[in-house]
Structure formats: structure tokens, C-alpha cells
């Protein structure tokens, strides 16, 4: 029981919550352009974004050593989010944004699935 | 003259029967890479009760202990990891011995096990980070024996397995993400296991089979296809073990479930403070 509250659990959970609500957010911004979801959209994203940070140092800290692998996961994931927040402020590159928001989204299931119990 | 020459013979004999006394008495010390280059050279030349630390490095060598010596690292499993030389057989190959002791190393590489006991008693495997061999542990017809605080991890068939063993204490051992079974008993009676860790095993946490009068206390047996597995055996004892599910898929859909919620909570404050529909 004590292994399903350990600290590593709780953030990948609260990072899968954050992207979902941030993906939930970010498709309702796209339908009806209004000033109050786009705010709850990037409030999300950077929650989550944080989130994708403190996991990442956790799993390269509680490793064996870092290792090359993981380390381009984590960077590839970190380009991503860069990617995703860069297209939305572009008006030409705008139009890819949700594509990148949801492979943010499986992304997130992936970190779930890999790093749920670690 | 001749009481003279009584005294000197007397002072050598007594200096000799103390020599050899304190030579049974104090068991050596052997440091592995500095008085023997591999561990196994080590283990050639000790005498029972020696003890044998290996010190920082990587190590090749397939060991074979047939006497009562002890085998530990200097500064724990990060620091001194040993390697199988020939993949088909054993790390360390515990032959019909007694009251062996190895503890706090990584041991890798094996296609048949970490470490073997076979036929052997009264050992003490502790402290050791076991991963990516056939199998972790393997105990043949050994009783009495302690495996406790051990991480057998990733090792493609079991973690932990007994078969014709009694007797032995299994205690805070980690014998997660291995490719089969996690702790695996068969044809052993009145073991104990109490606080190990079996998640994430591919088939079974921890499976007794024709195994009785076990003790099983306060296991952690998470996210296996099956937990805990009883199959025709008598007589086990189960005290507080936690056993989960595997929660793959149920808990990321929970969670999203929990994302939507609040998701809808979230808009309704956000509204309040944009007074927005």
C-alpha cells in the first residue's frame, strides 16, 4: 500500500491530471476563441510542464547512473513542450499546435506507463 | 646447562602452539584486487571463516564456494559489481557448504542464476543487487538459510526460487520487474517470508507450489498478471500482505477521469474571476 503513495507516484499522477485538464483546456481555446480558457490552458501547461521536470530529474536521479537513452527520452519530450509553446505564439505554425498538444498528451501516458512504479 | 637448554626448547614449543592457536583463531582477511587479482583466485586460497572483501571495480569470474568463507564489499553493490565470465553457468555456485556469507554486490550476467546454493546451509545472502541473469536467486535442497535486504530485479525467468529448500528465511527482499515469477516456492516447507517487495513480474508475485507450512507476513505484492498464487499446498500462513491488482490500465484512465473533473472545476472558478460563461 505504502509503494502506491510514494512521492514518484504522486507527481506522474498530478502530471497526467494537469495534461489532461490542459488538453481538455487547450481543445475548448481552439473551438471558442476566448480570453479565460487560453489563461486556464497555459496555467495547465506550464503546471505540467513543471511537472515533466521534477519527474525527469527524478527518474535520471533514481537510476543506475545516467545513462544515454533516457537522457534523449526526457530531452526529445522537453523539445516538444518547447515546440508546442513556440507554434501557439507563431500565427504561421499555430494550426500545428493541437497536433503537438495531444502527442504532449501520449507522451504523458507513456511517462504513466514507464514510470508509474519505478 | 641443561635446564638452559630445557627452557629454550620449552619457550619455542609454547611460542609455536600459540602461533598455531592464533593462526585458528583469527581468520584472515583477503582483499580482492590487491592480494588476489579475481575472486575466485581469492576463494582458492582461504581457509574457512576467512573473509574476503572486494574492493571498488568491475569483476569477471564464475565463483565457486565449497567452504565457510564470507564474501563482501567494501563499500556496498554501487561500487563493486561481478560479472559472469561463462554466461552458462552461475555468478556464485554455493556447493555443500556451510555458514558462507556474501553480501553487497551487484551480480549480473548469468544464463542459469545469480547465485546457486545447492545443497548448503546456514548461509547468508544480504545486501546484493542481483540483476539481469536467468534468475536471481536458486536454492536446490538448502535449508536454514537467510536471503534478506537482496534487490533481484529484471532477470528474464525468476526472481527468487526455492525447490526441495526448508526452512529459510526470505525477509526484505526486492524481487521486482523480473520476466516471470517474482518469489517462487516449490516442494519447500516451513519458509518464511515476511516484508519482501514482488511487483511487477511479468506472471506471478509470489507463487508456492506443493509447498507447505509457509509463513507469509507483510509482503508487498503489486501489479503482477497473478499476485499470489497457492496451488497445492497446505498449511500457509498469511499475516497483513498487500496485494494490488495490475492497475495498468485502470489507473492512467482514472486518472484522466480525474483530469476531466477537474477540468470542469477549474472553468467554473475561472469563470467567477472572468465572469465568463
Not at chain 2, 565457486?64 to 567494501?74: D, L
Not at chain 2, 558462507?100 to 548469468?110: A, K, Q
Not at chain 2, 516484508?195 to 507469509?216: E, F, R, V
Request: hydrophobic content about 45%.
Amino acid at each position: 500500500m505504502n509503494m502506491m503513495f510514494e512521492i514518484n507516484i504522486i507527481i506522474v499522477s498530478l502530471g497526467l491530471i494537469f495534461a489532461t485538464v490542459s488538453l481538455f483546456s487547450g481543445l475548448q481555446a481552439v473551438k471558442k476563441a476566448g480570453i479565460m480558457m487560453a489563461s486556464m490552458h497555459r496555467l495547465n501547461g506550464y503546471i505540467a510542464c513543471l511537472i515533466y521536470l521534477i519527474v525527469a530529474v527524478l527518474s535520471l536521479k533514481e537510476g543506475s547512473g545516467l545513462m544515454m537513452w533516457p537522457i534523449i527520452g526526457w530531452i526529445t519530450g522537453l523539445l516538444v513542450i518547447i515546440g508546442k509553446i513556440l507554434s501557439v505564439r507563431n500565427e504561421r505554425t499555430y494550426k500545428y499546435g493541437s497536433r503537438l498538444g495531444i502527442l504532449l498528451f501520449i507522451i504523458w501516458l507513456i511517462i504513466i506507463y514507464k514510470h508509474l512504479i519505478a | 646447562m641443561l635446564p638452559l637448554k630445557f627452557s629454550a626448547a620449552f619457550i619455542c614449543a609454547a611460542a609455536l602452539i600459540t602461533g598455531m592457536a592464533g593462526a585458528n583463531l583469527h581468520a584472515a582477511v583477503i582483499h580482492v584486487p590487491y592480494n588476489y587479482k579475481n575472486i575466485q583466485d581469492a576463494v582458492s586460497n582461504s581457509q574457512p571463516a576467512d573473509t574476503i572483501i572486494v574492493h571498488k571495480g568491475d569483476y569477471k569470474d564464475n565463483i565457486i564456494v565449497e567452504k565457510s568463507i564470507t564474501i563482501r564489499s567494501s563499500e556496498g553493490f554501487d561500487t563493486a559489481a561481478v560479472k559472469a565470465l561463462n554466461p552458462s553457468n552461475p555468478v556464485f555456485r554455493i556447493s555443500n557448504a556451510s555458514g558462507v556469507i556474501i553480501s553487497g554486490l551487484t551480480i549480473t550476467g548469468s544464463g542459469m542464476s545469480g547465485i546457486y546454493l545447492q545443497n548448503s546451509h546456514n548461509t547468508a545472502i544480504s545486501d546484493n543487487r542481483i540483476v539481469k541473469n536467468e534468475s536471481g536467486i536458486l536454492l536446490y535442497s538448502s535449508n536454514n538459510n537467510t536471503i534478506s535486504n537482496n534487490i533481484v530485479k529484471s532477470n528474464e525467468q525468476y526472481g527468487i526460487y526455492l525447490e526441495s529448500s526448508n526452512n529459510n528465511t526470505l525477509k526484505g527482499n526486492t524481487a521486482d520487474s523480473n520476466k516471470d515469477k517474482g518469489i517462487f516456492l516449490s516442494l519447500s516447507n516451513h519458509n518464511n517470508l515476511a516484508n519482501n517487495s514482488a511487483s511487477l513480474n511479468t506472471w506471478n508475485g509470489i507463487i508456492l507450489w506443493a509447498s507447505h507450512n509457509n509463513t507469509l507476513k507483510e509482503n508487498s505484492i503489486l501489479r503482477n498478471t497473478y499476485g499470489l498464487v497457492i496451488s497445492d499446498s497446505e498449511e500457509t500462513t498469511l499475516i497483513d500482505n498487500t496485494v494490488w491488482s495490475n492497475i495498468y490500465i485502470i489507473l492512467p484512465a482514472i486518472l484522466v477521469y480525474i483530469g476531466i473533473i477537474f477540468f470542469f472545476i477549474q472553468k467554473r472558478i475561472f469563470s467567477f474571476i472572468y465572469s465568463e460563461k
